[in-house]
């Protein structure tokens, strides 16, 4: 049994060999846009999240998807990166969500003197959801519930965090039930960003010389300091008139959200910028702005606004890669919110 293990390993250390010692200069590397954007990306952004890069079963790329086995456990399913059907996480109120998240305490959010609002000091609920991947230090596959029967935590004897850090034993048991993974032992459950062995710091970046012409990842990588981003996890105005440069919101539900309810069928479409009420009042969260399923641009059957956004703020015109997006002019998505 040793000896099988080991020659097991080795076989697995040749073939990690292998692939870490391909050369970086295949191709050039993609390029994201000064925007974050980027508009090189074989996804179609259209139809469903499965054609988007939030589908991370795949890799668009034809000759290095194999390699992707390596990084994370290949679950097979859209969906269940981020959601479970039953034994969802009790520690976020957020949809049936199958996430490891973050302890709130780790985040230092947005706050200058020029601030009117009352920040709540911590992020939301809508916003711990995308920061249990972009934040950088939790397992893109750090599911509570992997797929398929037998899988059941209660059942396996071992469970995923639900806060906090990943129990990489938990998510081991994928590849040692024999499902697709690196032969020695199992995948390395990478995180997107950080400093070690992450997705945006060891392929995913252009200046890794592990770069064999991978998409950049590294303005994904939004970490927990959040200082230096649009404020989330702050109040929203709740009055309105001269001196408050907001707009009002159309239709607000305590404790649910409150929205801009452009076309009037008094529903929080996922075209609709959003404000979402946790139990202090209504807040901006990343949710506010993006949809991570990807909002069509301009109705039924055309391309998603692009970086999953709710409302498309300006990419459009010259800017490479917009065919079939619609543009809803420059700073849209700031100005339903802003009156400035
Ligand atoms: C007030 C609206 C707003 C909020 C709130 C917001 N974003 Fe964004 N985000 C944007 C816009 C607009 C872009 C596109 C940037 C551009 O095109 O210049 C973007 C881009 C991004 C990108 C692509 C990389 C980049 O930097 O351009 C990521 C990843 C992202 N946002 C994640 C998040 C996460 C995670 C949160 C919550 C912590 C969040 N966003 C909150 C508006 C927002
Ligand atoms: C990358 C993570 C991610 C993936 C993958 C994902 N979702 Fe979601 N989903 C979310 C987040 C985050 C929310 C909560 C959005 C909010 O805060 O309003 C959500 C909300 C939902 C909701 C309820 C609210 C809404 O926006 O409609 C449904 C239903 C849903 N998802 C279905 C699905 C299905 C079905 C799939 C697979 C085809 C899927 N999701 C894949 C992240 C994801
Ligand atoms: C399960 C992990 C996961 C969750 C949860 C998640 N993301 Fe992502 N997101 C990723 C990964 C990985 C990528 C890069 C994928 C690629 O390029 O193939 C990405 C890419 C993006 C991009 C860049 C899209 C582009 O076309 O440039 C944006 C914007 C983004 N995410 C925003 C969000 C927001 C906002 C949320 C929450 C509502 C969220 N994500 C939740 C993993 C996640
Ligand atoms: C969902 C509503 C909403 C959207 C959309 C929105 N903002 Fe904001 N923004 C806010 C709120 C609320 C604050 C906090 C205001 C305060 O407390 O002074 C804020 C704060 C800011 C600040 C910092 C103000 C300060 O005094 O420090 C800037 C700058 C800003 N937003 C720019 C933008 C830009 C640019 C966009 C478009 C990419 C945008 N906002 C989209 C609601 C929004």
Not at 89 to 97: K, M
Not at 214 to 240: K, M, Q, S
Not at 289 to 316: Q, W
Request: proline content about 6%; aromatic content about 10%; hydrophobic content about 35%.
């Amino acid at each position: 049994m040793i000896i099988k293990n080991t020659c097991f390993s080795l076989v697995g250390l040749w073939r990690m060999a292998f692939f870490f010692a391909l050369p970086g200069v295949l191709l050039l590397p993609a390029k994201v846009s000064a925007d974050g954007w980027d508009p090189d990306s074989s996804a179609s952004a259209s139809g469903s999240i499965v054609n988007t890069r939030h589908n991370l079963t795949i890799s668009y790329n034809a000759n290095f998807g194999g390699v992707m086995a390596y990084a994370r456990n290949q679950y097979d399913d859209v969906c269940v990166y981020c959601h479970t059907p039953h034994g969802a996480n009790s520690r976020i109120d957020a949809p049936l969500w199958n996430r490891t998240v973050n302890d709130v305490a780790s985040y230092a959010i947005y706050d200058k003197p020029t601030t009117l609002m009352r920040p709540t000091s911590v992020p939301g609920p809508s916003s711990l959801t995308c920061l249990s991947c972009h934040d950088g230090t939790i397992s893109i596959d750090s599911v509570l519930n992997m797929p398929g029967s037998g899988w059941d935590p209660m059942n396996s004897g071992l469970r995923n965090a639900e806060v906090g850090t990943s129990n990489i034993s938990f998510l081991d048991q994928w590849r040692a039930a024999g499902n697709s993974g690196p032969s020695s032992p199992t995948s390395r459950h990478m995180a997107l960003g950080g400093s070690s062995f992450t997705c945006a710091s060891y392929c995913h970046n252009p200046e890794s010389e592990k770069n064999a012409g991978w998409t950049d990842f590294t303005a994904f990588v939004i970490g927990e300091d959040l200082r230096n981003d649009h404020p989330i996890g702050i109040l929203y105005p709740d009055t309105f008139g001269p001196g408050v440069e907001f707009n009002p919101p159309d239709t607000a539900i305590p404790g649910k959200w409150a929205f801009f309810d452009t076309n009037g069928n008094n529903h929080a479409d996922t075209n609709e910028v959003r404000l979402y009420d946790s139990g202090d009042g209504y807040e901006v969260e990343c949710a506010s702005c993006h949809d991570p399923h990807g909002v069509e641009s301009g109705g039924e059957g055309s391309r998603f606004n692009p970086s999953f956004l709710r409302v498309n703020n300006g990419v459009f015109g010259s800017h490479a890669g917009v065919a079939g997006i619609v543009s809803h002019g420059g700073s849209a998505l700031c100005l339903t919110c802003h009156t400035k």
